[in-house]
């Protein structure tokens, strides 16, 4: 009798362990798809900057851009998205190229930490009055006018 318990004790806690481990190793899994998505959706974002890097601005690229930012909304943290806000803005209010650099690159570090970071956001201070439509095309008129009269100087 005391055998038969030891075994049932035995198989069940085989059991749960295999549980266990089975429900540990899909979450890693989950968690490797999603590192792998933001990585991915975050390629596509920091590849369409070149867009704005071009003299004549590539409209393309810069739609690009603007749809990858609202993507955003669905999976990257706070702080990404209001680096891409600050950039835009800069780009917007005529700034000067290095003040728009250095938002590109706090922009790159922001994704770049939360990369790192392994995390996913679980948590969001934005509200919706936070989200902004951009026009591409008025934002394409505002660079090309910057750009002609800099040009001009």
Request: net charge positive; glycine share 2%.
């Given at each position: 009798m005391k055998?038969?318990?030891v075994a049932i004790i035995g198989t069940i806690a085989t059991i749960i362990a295999a549980i266990v481990v089975w429900l540990l190793n899909e979450k890693e899994k989950r968690a490797y798809?999603?590192?792998k998505q933001r990585e991915e959706k975050y390629a596509k974002l920091v590849s369409s900057l070149k867009g704005?890097?071009?003299?004549?601005?590539n409209a393309e690229e810069i739609t690009e851009f603007v749809n990858q930012l609202?993507?955003?909304?669905?999976?990257?943290?706070d702080e990404?998205?209001?680096?891409?806000?600050?950039f835009l803005s800069l780009l917007k209010s005529g700034a000067d190229k290095k003040t728009v650099e250095r938002a590109i690159g706090?922009?790159?570090l922001s994704i770049r930490k939360d990369i790192l970071s392994g995390d996913t956001a679980k948590h969001t201070l934005l509200k919706p009055e936070d989200f902004r439509h951009i026009e591409t095309a008025e934002?394409?008129?505002i660079l090309?006018?910057?750009?002609?009269?800099?040009l001009s100087k």
């Open positions: 055998d038969v318990l798809e999603d590192y704005f890097y071009s003299g004549s601005f609202n993507l955003c909304w669905m999976y990257c943290p990404v998205i209001k680096k891409a806000y600050q706090d922009f790159i934002l394409l008129s090309r006018s910057r750009s002609k009269n800099a």
